[in-house]
T-cell receptor, first 115, second 117 residues
Framework: DADVTQTPRNRITKTGKRIMLECSQT?????MYWYRQDPGLGLRLIYY???????NKGEISDGYSVSRQAQAKFSLSLESAIPNQTALYFC??????????????FGEGSRLTVL | AQTVTQSQPEMSVQEAETVTLSCTYD???????LFWYKQPPSRQMILVIR??????QNATENRFSVNFQKAAKSFSLKISDSQLGDAAMYFC??????????????FGKGTKLTVNP
């Protein structure tokens, strides 16, 4: 089983619908992240959380919200999906070993299509 | 905003040849790691190689090596003896300041590598 698991792997939805992407990890890492990948734009950070009580906006947080339900779970929500949120979404984790930040461990990605 | 620049959107190489993917970054951190990730068609993000900025020696992992020029903030990836399985998107990543004095990773836009048989 994957250490970082994302559900669903693929989802097609309609404009205006609420969507939740879930991420769970068995790596025991404190830090979790949500990135969005678009062709030609690379990966951009949506939200990140360094522990259960710490949630921070990334560079493209508008239209998204997150919930850190436990150390192992970090969910991303689109309250009212719009077509330009069609993208590949990645959850990632990293261990807090002090500075500097180390390797990110990625889930397998969730491809979201908003019609 | 601190950035990571990959100036080659696409590259191609003949099987068994060597190719170099370029990356420049802009970080205010003094002690940091730099990363190259590979994304094959399966879309999984796979760590290729990591460089510790305080180490002068360039990192190597089998056929993959980096040319790290700290003063120039350059971090290129060299793939030797290219194989068909190396065909993928390659992303460079460097840190940028985050909340609480920590860092988060910023990614470049990627380079699509094609390997020709």
């Amino acid at each position: 089983d994957a250490d970082v698991t994302q559900t669903p792997r693929n989802r097609i939805t309609k404009t205006g619908k609420r969507i939740m992407l879930e991420c769970s990890q068995t790596k025991g890492h404190d830090r979790m992240y949500w990135y969005r990948q678009d062709p030609g734009l690379g990966l951009r950070l949506i939200y990140y959380s360094f522990d259960v009580k710490d949630i921070n906006k990334g560079e493209i947080s508008d239209g998204y919200s997150v919930s850190r339900q436990a150390q192992a779970k970090f969910s991303l929500s689109l309250e009212s999906a719009i077509p330009n949120q069609t993208a590949l979404y990645f959850c990632a984790t990293s261990v807090h070993s002090g500075s500097p930040t180390g390797e990110l461990f990625f889930g397998e990605g969730s491809r979201l299509t908003v019609l | 905003a601190q950035t990571v620049t990959q100036s080659q959107p696409e590259m191609s190489v003949q099987e068994a040849e060597t190719v170099t993917l370029s990356c420049t970054y802009d970080t205010s951190e003094s002690d940091y790691y730099l990363f190259w990730y590979k994304q094959p068609p399966s879309r999984q993000m796979i760590l290729v190689i990591r460089q510790e900025a305080y180490k002068q020696q360039n990192a190597t992992e089998n056929r993959f090596s980096v040319n790290f020029q700290k003063a120039a903030k350059s971090f290129s990836l060299k793939i030797s003896d290219s194989q068909l399985g190396d065909a993928a998107m390659y992303f460079c990543a460097s840190p940028t300041p985050a909340q609480g004095g920590s860092e988060k990773l910023v990614f470049g836009k990627g380079t699509k590598l094609t390997v020709n048989p």
